[in-house]
Antibody
Framework: QLQLQESGPGLVKPSETLSLTCTVSGGSISSSSYYWGWIRQPPGKGLEWIGSIYYSGSTYYNPSLKSRVTISVDTSKNQFSLKLSSVTAADTAVYYC????????????????WGQGTLVTVSS | QSVLTQPPSASGTPGQRVTISCSGSSSNIGSNYVYWYQQLPGTAPKLLIYSNNQRPSGVPDRFSGSKSGTSASLAISGLRSEDEADYYCAAWDDSLSGLVVFGGGTKLTVL
């Protein structure tokens, strides 16, 4: 059974960089069939896609966040990571990692396995 | 303001059939598949419907999806108390360099 687990600091100061890692177990992140994505959810609000990465390093980002986002992959550790720079209180959210369908083959919004999510609060 | 538009709330009594709508445009729902997610309180979203009307293994056939033009719907028949959750539609949007867009979510209350 595929499992994803987010990890990283739960508190980040304004203007600093938010860094999270997603560890994939029960399957290989190097599968040609999938991208791996980050989605966030501010408290009491809806879902927002941040971006997704292929094992080769190919990325797709949400244009609204693109200038501040970097997603990277470490296939040797079966992990992928998110960095969001210059954070403000508006970036306070639960951050989820998820397995994303292969966007190149069929552009799609399918996320079939999710991590449990981690709350990141931006506050001084 | 979400790209896909959903009603903020819906309700029904046990056994009823309820539908949740999702409205988009030609660049998202009009040209790509629609997906539906169920989010129970305090948990991560779960894929409920994929490719407009397909159910992943384990999802009861009480849940069904449909799409017409630039709109989609999720129907839940034989409503049960455990269906009380937030429901989100999603689609790929071809604008700019492409992105995933979500609806704002619909909170379903089982009365």
């Amino acid at each position: 059974q595929l499992q994803l687990q987010e990890s990283g600091p739960g508190l980040v100061k304004p203007s600093e960089t938010l860094s999270l890692t997603c560890t994939v177990s029960g399957g290989s992140i190097s599968s040609s069939s999938y991208y791996w994505g980050w989605i966030r959810q501010p408290p009491g609000k809806g879902l927002e896609w941040i971006g997704s990465i292929y094992y080769s390093g190919s990325t797709y980002y949400n244009p609204s966040l693109k200038s501040r986002v970097t997603i990277s992959v470490d296939t040797s550790k079966n992990q992928f990571s998110l960095k969001l720079s210059s954070v403000t209180a508006a970036d306070t959210a639960v951050y989820y990692c998820a397995r994303h369908g292969n966007i190149v083959v069929v552009p799609a919004a399918i996320f079939d396995y999710w991590g449990q999510g981690t709350l990141v609060t931006v506050s001084s | 303001q979400s790209v896909l538009t959903q009603p903020p709330s819906a309700s029904g009594t046990p056994g009823q059939r309820v539908t949740i709508s999702c409205s988009g445009s030609s660049s998202n729902i009009g040209s790509n598949y629609v997906y539906w997610y169920q989010q129970l309180p305090g948990t991560a979203p779960k894929l409920l419907i994929y490719s407009n009307n397909q159910r992943p293994s384990g999802v009861p056939d009480r849940f069904s999806g449909s799409k017409s033009g630039t709109s989609a719907s999720l129907a839940i028949s034989g409503l049960r108390s455990e269906d009380e959750a937030d429901y989100y539609c999603a689609a790929w949007d071809d604008s700019l360099s492409g992105l995933v867009v979500f609806g704002g979510g619909t909170k379903l209350t089982v009365l």
